[in-house]
């Protein structure tokens, strides 16, 4: 059974930065693609960056350039490095992975067959 399971999340200040971490486990195959959601309050879930097992990444506009993902395959964990944090990235965090998701189909705007259960990034203006 897949788990992802999620932490880092917390309250910083406007600017500041927080690096989130997906821990994942239960499967022997190869993940193919991973990615970072998040759903603020009163709105829908969206997709922020996604990776797939090569290494490429995929942004949303609204994070390019100041969030990067990452993997550490050896420790089957997934990472989302975010800086210069506005209050409007203020959602709950989501680690999500799909091992059918190859190539063009591995983007942060395809919803995936897993998913953590969140944690919640709080900016304070």
């Known amino acids: 059974q897949v788990q992802l399971v999620e932490s880092g999340g917390g309250s910083v200040q406007s600017g500041g930065s927080l690096r989130l971490s997906c821990a994942a486990s239960?499967?022997?195959?190869?993940?193919?693609?991973m990615g970072w959601f998040r759903q603020a309050p009163g709105k829908q879930r969206e997709g922020v960056a996604s990776?797939?097992?090569?290494?490429?990444?995929t942004y949303a506009d609204y994070v390019k350039g100041r969030f990067t993902i990452s993997q550490d395959n050896s420790k089957n964990t997934l990472y989302l490095q975010m800086n210069s944090l506005k209050p409007e990235d203020t959602a709950m965090y989501y680690c999500?992975?799909?091992?059918?998701?190859?190539?063009?189909?591995?983007?942060?705007?395809?919803?995936?067959?897993?998913w953590g259960k969140g944690t919640l990034v709080t900016i304070l203006s």
């Open positions: 990776v797939d097992r090569d290494g490429t990444t």
């Open positions: 239960g499967y022997s195959y190869s993940m193919n693609c």
């Open positions: 999500a992975a799909d091992p059918s998701r190859v190539g063009a189909r591995c983007r942060y705007y395809y919803a995936m067959e897993y």
